[in-house]
Structure formats: C-alpha cells, structure tokens
C-alpha cells in the first residue's frame, strides 16, 4: 500500500516539472509565435521570393512587406495610370498567413517616374502642381490598399547623409532632392497630414511612419531628430519613425542603436525596425577576425564570419524585446538566396545576411534569437 502510494505521489511529482519545464523550455514551430508578446516579426518578398517561400517559410512571418511592388514607378508609372495587379497578387500570401502588411512607400526621391518632378524639357515643375500629384497618389494607393495596410512607410529617406553635425542655422538637414528643391520641406508635412486626412474620411485605420537608413548615427540621428520635432510642433500627425536596419558586420554599435530607440520613443513615437539585414563583408576590416578572408564568400559563409553575425542577432533582439516602443521587426528579405545586398556594392558578391540560409534552413541565428524562450 505505501509503496504505491509513493509511487502515485512520484508520477504526480514527476508530471508537474515536467510541466513547469514546458513552460519555461517553450518551443514553437514559427519564428512569429515566439515573438507573439513583443511584436509582429516580418519579411519583404520580392517577386522571386514570393514563389520560392510560399507557405514554407511565409509561415514563419506575421508581417510583409513588399521590396519594389508598392514604389510609385511600379503604382503609377505614367500619370493618371494605376497598375495594382502585381502587388494584389503578392499581398495574396498576406492573406492566406494572417500577415500584417507594412505599406513601403508612398513617397520617395527614389523609384520615381521622372514626369511626377520634370517637365519634358527636364525643367523641375512647379510646387503647385508637384503636391497636387503627390496628394492624388497619396489618394489612390491608400485607398486602393485600405485597411490592407495597417503601417504606411509615408516619407522615405529625406535626411541628408553623412557625418556632419546639424548646423546652428539647421540648414544641413534635408536632402537635395527633387521633391525638396521644389516643394522646400512642405512635402513632407503636406504628406502626412494628407494621409491622415485620407485616412480619417475613409475609416483607414493605418498609422503612419518615416523611414530611413543610418538614422542611428550620431549626425543623421540629430537631424533626425530635428525635423521629427518640427513635425511635432506644426501638429503634423506622424505616428513612428522606422529605423530601417541595413548592417554591416563590421560596423554595428548595438549601444548606439539602443540609445537611438529610446531617443525616438522619447519623443513620443512608435520605432519599427522596417529593413534589417546585416551584410557579411566587412569592407573596412574592422574585425580583426575578418581580416584573412577575402571578402568573396562564393562557396558559402564561413562558419567564424557566422558565428559573428549570429552574436549581432542575438543582441540585437535582445535590445528590439526590451524596448516597448518598438511595434514591428521586419527583415528586407526572408532567406539567403535571394538579398539585394548580392549586387551591393558590385554586381555578384554573394551576401548571406538573414536568419535563414540559402537551403531555406535555420542558421545558428535563427537559434540565437528565440533562445530566449528554451531554444525552436
Ligand atoms: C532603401 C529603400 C528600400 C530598398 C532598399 C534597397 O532602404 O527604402 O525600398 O530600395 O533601399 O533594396
């Protein structure tokens, strides 16, 4: 009788760690579902990876963005001529996956049909008839993609480049762009607060971003900076700003990225990191463990350039889970056979800079980063 009343007492015993084990050795089968209590965790497909990773490794994903589909020269190539057939293809597996979808972008010096800001002798138009084409492109991509988009990426990439300090007269923050050299800095608050505008008539309910590279660089980060409080000051509804995330092995300072979010979130903004990857070729050869190879990964990444580029991830999600206001991760791709980065900065240098190898597989990063939860 006793001993089998220990022996009852020992399976019962027993069971419970074993269920108190599962709960701190949790182990999901997707990528998103450790994340489920962070932030949705995102993927850019382009039309080559939109055949390839369907359903495999989409499932792994609670976000997308689309890498060329949704730009203005894909949209409206020639005035008063609209082409959604391609992205409402792609945005299908949005769909099919319960993706969130980040809208990328509506405007952009970039990707930019020359008659929107030239006339036909090259002269730049008016201002007059350059936000009244920004406003109806506004118009019609949001309203074409209502509530299918849930962020939109509004403004991309008007800060000026490089290291040099804001000046005292802040007259070194923008871009000499088209758009900036004819509309001044109206186009950027006009964007916003038309988009709003669209959003609000038309029950919308998107939350609006500007996005940029290297905005976690001292110099561009107090531009930034700058003109996100000028924004705030005019009352101009802008909801996020996106860090974009392009990295470098070579050249990451996960401290100043951290310090970066909570400046952003201390002026009252959700962060998303809207882009990331992070590029093997340490071209300046900071690592010293770097400095042997040379450069051309051809038959595959080294396992020591690996294991560098996991430890990069494994902080670097690290930071993104302790910040609060960070509402959306998105990588600029999904696995290593396809990135834009292979034809960066010259044509076919192969680049491996996700979570995923060029085999579809889980790298030791994928690993590094949902650790946190007992390992996949
Ligand atoms: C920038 C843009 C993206 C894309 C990448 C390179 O980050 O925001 O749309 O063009 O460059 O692929």
């Not at 994903?61 to 949209?75: A, G, V």
């Not at 001044?184 to 590279?213: C, H, P, S, W």
């Not at 076919?348 to 939860?373: G, L, Q, W």
């Amino acid at each position: 009788m006793l001993i089998r009343r220990i022996y009852q007492l020992s399976l019962i015993l027993i069971t419970t760690f074993i269920l108190i084990g599962c709960q701190t050795q949790q182990s999901y089968e997707y990528l998103w579902q450790y994340y489920q209590d962070y932030f949705p965790i995102g993927a850019t497909f382009s039309q080559y990876s939109i055949d390839g990773y369907r359903d495999g490794l989409a499932a792994h994903f609670n976000s997308m963005t689309l890498e060329n589909e949704m730009k203005w020269i894909e949209l409206q190539p020639s005035e008063g001529v609209f082409n959604f057939d391609m992205a409402d293809s792609m945005l299908e597996l949005s769909e099919r996956h319960n993706m969130l979808v980040r809208g990328h972008t509506l405007v952009w010096h970039e990707g930019l049909p020359n008659w929107v800001l030239r006339n036909s002798d090259q002269t730049l138009v008016d201002k007059e008839t350059a936000l009244s084409r920004m406003r109806t492109h506004i118009y019609e991509v949001m309203m074409h993609f209502g509530n299918t988009v849930y962020a939109w990426d509004v403004v991309n990439e008007v800060i000026e480049d490089g290291n040099i300090p804001l000046n005292e007269e802040k007259s070194n923050i923008y871009r000499q762009s088209d758009w900036f050299n004819v509309t001044g800095t109206d186009f950027i608050k006009e964007a916003f607060i038309y988009a709003r505008q669209v959003a609000d008539e038309n029950n919308l309910d998107v939350k609006l971003f500007y996005n940029d590279y290297g905005n976690e660089s001292p110099a561009k980060r107090e531009k930034t900076i700058a003109m996100l409080e000028w924004l705030i000051e005019e009352n101009v509804p802008i909801d996020g700003i996106g860090i974009q995330g392009h990295y470098n092995i070579g050249s990451i300072d996960i401290d100043e990225i951290s310090r970066t979010i909570d400046m952003y979130a201390e002026l009252g903004l959700e962060v998303q990191i809207t882009e990331l990857d992070i590029n093997v070729y340490d071209d300046q050869n900071n690592l010293a463990e770097t400095q042997n190879y040379q450069n051309w990964y051809h038959n595959g990444l080294p396992s020591s350039v690996e294991e560098i580029q996991t430890a990069y991830y494994r902080r670097l999600f690290e930071v993104y889970r302790s910040k609060a206001a960070i509402t959306n991760v998105t990588f600029w791709g999904v696995a290593d056979d396809y990135t834009w980065l292979d034809q960066m900065p010259y044509l076919n240098r192969k680049n491996y800079p996700f979570i995923f190898d060029v085999y579809h597989e889980k790298k030791s990063s994928y690993e590094a980063i949902t650790a946190f939860r007992g390992g996949q």
